[in-house]
């Protein structure tokens, strides 16, 4: 399996474009995580799913996110408008959620995003 | 007060130095994880542990339930363990509350 892939791996844009990140879970995984990492806050996350399901979005910080997980295999994260505040390294996590309901989780490489 | 708090927030040692990374958290969980982030930024996952002890290679982790506390130690340790250390909780369904992390240097 090649793991979770993202794309894409750096992003630049300007203030005020959209940005829309992807993600393509390992196969056979039911949850996927969206998380974003910064300096100041670390690691926090913004959004999951189970079974392609939003389940908790509670960390989405504001209207201008939205993700979208249209079937099994691809996610996306989408910002509308970017603001430089964004700027962030966005991980995708999937795991196969076992009947503990906590299972490892495997990353991916994430995206790099800076907003002029 | 951070949920979960790691220390030491950084840790410079000798290759072949034994290796501890503590993480307390204040909530309930029902599982804690270690991750590993290299400097190329990719994260690992290295355990995930609710109770007791866990061994992979020179990796160790330990938790207490009852202290809300676990340890991630590291024997012989070598440059290429140079990492930051993440510890992590799972409080019911899959969320995951985070600590800041240890940053590690290992010299030769």
């Known amino acids: 399996d ?7 791996r750096h992003e630049v844009t300007e203030m005020g474009q959209e940005v829309t990140l992807r993600c393509k879970p390992i196969s056979g995984h039911n949850s ?3 998380y974003r990492q910064t300096m100041m806050r670390g690691l926090e996350l913004l959004i999951y799913f189970n ?28 910002i ?37 | 007060k951070n949920e979960v708090e790691q220390s030491p927030q950084n840790l410079t040692a000798q290759e072949g130095e034994f290796i501890t990374i503590n993480c307390s958290y204040s909530v309930g969980i029902s599982a804690l994880h270690w991750l590993q ?4 930024g990719g994260i690992v996952s290295l355990f995930m542990l609710s109770s007791g002890k866990k061994k992979h290679g020179r990796l160790i982790a330990t938790i207490n339930i009852q202290e809300k506390h676990s340890s991630l130690h590291i ?9 930051v250390y993440i510890c992590a909780v799972s409080q019911g369904a899959q969320k995951l509350v985070f600590g800041q992390g240890t940053r590690l240097t290992i010299n030769p």
Request: aromatic share 8%.
């Open chain 1, 2 to 8: 090649a793991g979770v892939i993202q794309s894409p």
């Open chain 1, 32 to 34: 996927l995580f969206w």
């Open chain 1, 51 to 78: 079974n392609n399901v939003p389940i908790d979005d509670s960390g989405m910080p504001e209207d201008r996110f939205s993700a979208k997980m249209p079937n099994a295999s691809f996610s996306t994260l989408k």
């Open chain 1, 80 to 116: 509308q408008p970017s603001e430089p505040r964004d700027s962030a390294v966005y991980f995708c996590a999937s795991s196969d959620r076992g009947s503990t309901g906590a299972n490892v989780l495997t990353f991916g490489a994430g995206s790099r995003l800076t907003v002029l």
């Open chain 2, 37 to 40: 982030q290299h400097p190329g």
């Open chain 2, 75 to 83: 024997t012989a340790s070598h440059p290429r363990d140079s990492a």
